[in-house]
């Protein structure tokens, strides 16, 4: 199959082409066919399958020479990155259009924006600022034919999903719906339940990594995470690294320290303004920062392919958002590695990641790193007389396999 199989509108299929669209991804060759008969959809895929084309594509069809400068499709999406992502996608795909799309979101004034919507016939919007346009009656959405809310368990775990159905009694009663979310928590069910019609639901991926991406448990003393993740930067062939830690405190923090041993760094965090946040942003993007260390919630939107690594300072707190984290790597058919810093109180989630993959995820030792570095106290002096080796965690004692390479344990 290819994108000639769906029949798209000249304009549009040129579009495609000069993205470098050719053959169609699972996610996209399963949709679309379902966008264009008018059903409304429940996509349930990981980030980097490509579902944001799946219904930008059939959309831009739908619009393309037809009534123009109202508000006929709606996206809604969690953060200011992805929803710029999605705009931008929209732009290039529709770039032999004449279809205009704008990206509303917080941080950044709000009259160019309603300027702009004034003639817009695509927004993509942050539910907070969409609801302030609503409330000042500056958008117009009696004419909207398409909804999509993309990541939405991202938007339940921000807490949107009050906004979104405060949102959707202000849209005409007949539109077409499509939900995309990685996973399927009971509230999105409900709310999937509530607004979708008869919908088809397409599902590719989400319970495993994609086959691209090789991925390992690095097993330390929480003391000594950060001069870890500094012998595993020097001793592996990065091009560009995300790190990604629990909260907005430790990756300012983090990428501070990244700087000051040399490494061209910046953090993503949701305290940063958007102009900040879109400076970090699109300096990794173009390689101006080797290193992005990002946590979940402002990595949203990150669609960067040629992410070479992935490293999980902390482990995430769910198994399906370790698959979305390590599925920004190994992207677009490239190969990506993504290495994972645990310590004793992460067995657990370990567990679980390992349930959820159906096998054990392989966990590795450095030779060259000092594992027995004690913790200081407050005065510097040294809290340990012996030096502990690192324990694999999650795993059993019989369930481990002796490996003669030094970077394993024995």
Excluded at 115 to 122: C, E, T
Excluded at 303 to 329: F, L
Aim: net charge positive.
């Amino acid at each position: 199959m290819n994108f000639e199989t769906f029949n798209f509108h000249p304009s549009i299929a040129a579009g495609a082409a000069a993205a470098g669209y050719e053959t169609p991804t699972p996610i996209q060759a399963r949709a679309i066919p379902q966008v264009f008969k008018g059903r409304d959809i429940m996509g349930l895929a990981q980030t980097g399958t490509g579902k944001t084309a799946a219904f930008v594509l059939p959309i831009l069809n739908r619009l393309v020479e037809r009534k123009y400068g109202c508000v006929r499709a709606l996206i809604i999406a969690p953060t200011r990155e992805l929803a710029e992502q999605i705009h931008q996608a929209i732009e290039t795909l529709g770039c032999e259009t004449h279809i205009r799309s704008v990206s509303v979101y917080g941080g950044v004034g709000i009259n160019p924006q309603i300027k702009k919507l004034k003639r817009a016939d695509v927004v993509v919007a942050c539910p907070g600022r969409l609801l302030d346009h609503i409330g000042r009656h500056s958008i117009d959405l009696s004419q909207l034919e398409v909804l999509v809310i993309d990541e939405a368990d991202q938007m339940l775990d921000m807490g949107f999903i009050p906004d979104i159905r405060r949102i959707l009694k202000n849209l005409p009663k007949k539109h077409q719906t499509l939900v995309f979310s990685a996973t399927m928590p009971a509230e999105i069910r409900r709310l999937a339940g509530d607004i979708l019609r008869d919908p088809a639901t397409v599902q590719v991926g989400i319970t495993a990594p994609a086959e691209t991406v090789s991925h390992a448990l690095y097993p330390v003393a929480q003391h000594l995470k950060t001069a870890l993740l500094l012998k595993l930067l020097g001793n592996t062939h990065t091009k560009s690294v995300l790190v990604f830690t629990r909260t907005k405190h430790r990756a300012k923090s983090l990428g501070k320290k990244l700087s000051a041993a040399g490494y061209r760094s910046a953090s993503l965090q949701g305290n940063l303004s958007q102009a900040r946040r879109q400076a970090a942003l699109d300096g990794f993007r173009d390689g101006k920062f080797q290193i992005l260390v990002a946590t979940d919630i402002a990595a949203r939107g990150i669609d960067v392919t040629q992410i070479s690594h992935v490293i999980n300072y902390d482990i995430p707190s769910t198994p399906e958002a370790y698959i979305h984290r390590i599925g920004r790597t190994g992207r677009a058919t490239r190969s990506g590695e993504a290495f994972t810093l645990v310590t004793e109180e992460d067995k657990i989630m370990v567990r679980a990641i390992n349930r959820i993959i159906g096998s054990n995820v392989e966990q590795r030792i450095l030779s060259t790193f000092d594992y027995g570095s004690p913790v200081p106290d407050r005065e510097g002096r040294s809290r340990w007389k012996n030096k502990p080796r690192p324990k694999f965690i999650g795993l059993k004692k019989q369930q481990l396999k002796k490996k003669s390479h030094s970077r394993f344990f024995n």
